[in-house]
């Protein structure tokens, strides 16, 4: 599959399969687009009249090297990665993350939350150590060989109940060299009870750093209140600040939210770039579509705008030496994650799993509190394992609307539980979601070639 477009004054083909990307001049890009559709006689007829500085010669050379291309691989390729499907279904799978809901309570009432006010549709309640502690040794029992082990201090808000955080990464760290395993932890937090001490804490134990800011402040205010409706960006900004620099403007986030509310999202993300964040995200709200702030389809053509806007300024920042990185921004065009992994994607519900704080077992932080995902519990085990295997056959191949997307080995099929919500099956596809995605493929793709350019 190739997917031709232009972007930012570059003609961009990628071979979707192969992951190839080529920037090509405008006569190569109307020839490669037409290349399947039409006969030779005629695209070399249009490419001539449409550029009366091409030759004849010339179209026949573009024509050679696009039969060089496809003998080694790298355009119109073929997919050669649906028989791994059966594969995947096949392979053992062992289990390398938990998302430990540290606590179901929150010091915010954050407006669009999936979690309500931490509790998840259920009772406020703060894991205690025991639990903490089974969940750890769940993990280490269930990670087969696999070494380097993960865990996300999650919640409502983790740091209500940061003892016991503490603790629990105490015990990780004192068994970790007899279970020869390495363990990675990361850290999400609204800022409210963010101090010295944590900030001290998390740069001596933690891998990642989640912070929870929407952007401008009146954007942040409005959605991101306290109990008594009161926004937070004046209280949490100078520590996020504080934080980033402690740790060197590296293995952080700050980690955003847009709605309906701000369409104009990119305004947001520069402001954060703006205040000396170097390490930024912004995800699409996921809501009930009936809520106010709820993004709609109608939302699309602003919302992809923003997001040429965006991945245009990043390249001119880059260039003057003042460049930032968005997550969605992020892609390796030589390396990245092995094809099993951009098949099946982020392992929800079979390599990785939430824990809430009395224990039981989830696919993910988005389906706790649904009965119906309710896999088991870290003292007696997956008990319903015809759900695991449901989401083990969930994959980019499963999904019926993923087959003619071009961007489908970089999303491995987007976010089940997104799907879940939107359509009630987790191989269900969120359109709205999908027309994101390619927009953000796109514009990654463009600043790789910029930067290519730039530094050639």
Same mark, same amino acid.
């Given at each position: 599959m190739v997917h031709c477009y232009k972007n930012?004054?570059?003609?961009?083909? !990628?071979?979707?399969?192969? #992951?190839?990307?080529? $920037?090509?001049? $405008?006569?190569?890009?109307?020839?490669?687009?037409?290349?399947?559709?039409?006969? =030779?006689e005629e695209i070399k007829s249009e490419v001539l009249s449409a550029y009366p500085e091409v030759t004849e010669s010339d179209v026949e050379e573009i024509f050679e090297d696009i039969e060089a291309l496809k003998a080694?691989?790298?355009?119109?390729?073929?997919?050669?990665?649906?028989? !791994?499907?059966?594969? +995947?279904?096949?392979r053992p799978t062992v289990l390398k993350a938990l998302c430990l809901h540290i606590a179901h309570d929150c010091n915010l009432c954050c407006k669009y939350c999936f979690a &309500?006010?931490?509790?998840?549709?259920?009772?406020?309640? !703060?894991?205690?150590?025991?639990?903490?502690?089974?969940?750890?040794?769940?993990?280490?029992?269930?990670? #087969?060989?696999?070494?380097?082990?993960?865990?996300?201090?999650?919640?409502?808000? /983790?740091?209500?109940?940061f003892e016991v955080v503490k603790q629990?990464?105490?015990?990780?760290?004192? +068994?970790?060299?007899?279970?020869?395993?390495?363990?990675?932890?990361?850290?999400?937090?609204?800022?409210?009870?963010?101090?010295?001490?944590?900030?001290? *804490?998390?740069?001596?134990?933690?891998y990642n750093v989640v912070l929870s800011l929407d952007g401008r402040k009146e954007t942040n205010d409005r959605m991101r209140v306290s109990k008594n409706n009161k926004g937070c960006y004046d209280l949490i900004l100078p520590k996020f600040q504080k934080m980033a620099e402690s740790r060197k403007q590296q293995?952080?986030?700050?980690?955003?939210?847009?709605?309906?509310?701000?369409?104009?999202?990119s305004n947001d993300i520069l402001h954060l770039a703006d205040l000396g964040f170097e390490q930024l995200a912004m995800e699409p709200v996921v809501a009930d579509p009936k809520m106010d702030y709820a993004l709609r389809e109608e939302d699309l053509p602003v919302l992809k705008e923003q997001y040429d806007i965006l991945a245009k300024e990043m390249c001119k920042r880059s260039r003057e030496g003042r460049g930032f990185t968005f997550f969605h921004y992020m892609i390796d065009l030589e390396g990245g994650p092995c094809i099993y992994k951009r098949i099946s994607g982020c392992g929800v519900g079979t390599d990785y799993m939430a824990?809430? /704080? *009395?224990?039981?077992?989830? /696919? @993910?932080?988005?389906?706790?509190?649904?009965?119906?995902?309710?896999? &088991?519990?870290?003292?007696?085990g997956v008990k319903n394992t015809e759900l695991v295997r449901e989401f083990k056959l969930c994959n980019v191949y499963s999904r019926k609307?993923?087959?003619? @997307?071009?961007?489908? !080995?970089? @999303?491995?099929?987007? @976010?089940?539980?997104?799907?879940?919500?939107?359509? &009630?099956?987790?191989t269900g596809?969120?359109?709205?979601?999908?027309?994101?995605? =390619? =927009?953000?493929?796109?514009?990654?793709?463009? +600043?790789?070639?910029d930067e290519m350019f730039r530094n050639s």
């Amino acid at each position: 599959m190739v997917h031709c477009y232009k972007n930012n004054g570059y003609n961009i083909v !990628l071979d979707s399969n192969s #992951g190839s990307v080529h $920037a090509v001049d $405008a006569a190569a890009f109307d020839v490669i687009k037409n290349y399947e559709k039409k006969s =030779r006689e005629e695209i070399k007829s249009e490419v001539l009249s449409a550029y009366p500085e091409v030759t004849e010669s010339d179209v026949e050379e573009i024509f050679e090297d696009i039969e060089a291309l496809k003998a080694e691989g790298k355009l119109f390729s073929e997919d050669s990665f649906r028989e !791994l499907e059966l594969d +995947i279904q096949a392979r053992p799978t062992v289990l390398k993350a938990l998302c430990l809901h540290i606590a179901h309570d929150c010091n915010l009432c954050c407006k669009y939350c999936f979690a &309500g006010e931490g509790e998840y549709k259920g009772d406020r309640s !703060l894991m205690s150590f025991e639990v903490g502690k089974r969940a750890l040794d769940f993990l280490i029992e269930n990670s #087969g060989t696999r070494k380097n082990l993960e865990v996300d201090f999650f919640g409502g808000e /983790p740091l209500m109940n940061f003892e016991v955080v503490k603790q629990l990464v105490a015990y990780a760290r004192s +068994i970790e060299k007899e279970k020869n395993k390495n363990f990675r932890f990361t850290l999400t937090t609204n800022g409210v009870l963010l101090d010295d001490e944590v900030m001290e *804490w998390a740069n001596r134990e933690c891998y990642n750093v989640v912070l929870s800011l929407d952007g401008r402040k009146e954007t942040n205010d409005r959605m991101r209140v306290s109990k008594n409706n009161k926004g937070c960006y004046d209280l949490i900004l100078p520590k996020f600040q504080k934080m980033a620099e402690s740790r060197k403007q590296q293995g952080y986030y700050i980690r955003g939210t847009y709605t309906r509310y701000n369409t104009d999202f990119s305004n947001d993300i520069l402001h954060l770039a703006d205040l000396g964040f170097e390490q930024l995200a912004m995800e699409p709200v996921v809501a009930d579509p009936k809520m106010d702030y709820a993004l709609r389809e109608e939302d699309l053509p602003v919302l992809k705008e923003q997001y040429d806007i965006l991945a245009k300024e990043m390249c001119k920042r880059s260039r003057e030496g003042r460049g930032f990185t968005f997550f969605h921004y992020m892609i390796d065009l030589e390396g990245g994650p092995c094809i099993y992994k951009r098949i099946s994607g982020c392992g929800v519900g079979t390599d990785y799993m939430a824990v809430t /704080p *009395w224990g039981d077992l989830y /696919p @993910c932080h988005q389906f706790v509190g649904d009965d119906k995902f309710l896999l &088991g519990n870290v003292f007696d085990g997956v008990k319903n394992t015809e759900l695991v295997r449901e989401f083990k056959l969930c994959n980019v191949y499963s999904r019926k609307a993923c087959q003619d @997307c071009f961007a489908k !080995l970089y @999303c491995s099929g987007g @976010c089940s539980a997104n799907a879940y919500h939107r359509t &009630g099956a987790i191989t269900g596809t969120c359109e709205l979601s999908c027309e994101l995605h =390619r =927009r953000r493929v796109e514009n990654a793709i463009m +600043i790789k070639v910029d930067e290519m350019f730039r530094n050639s």
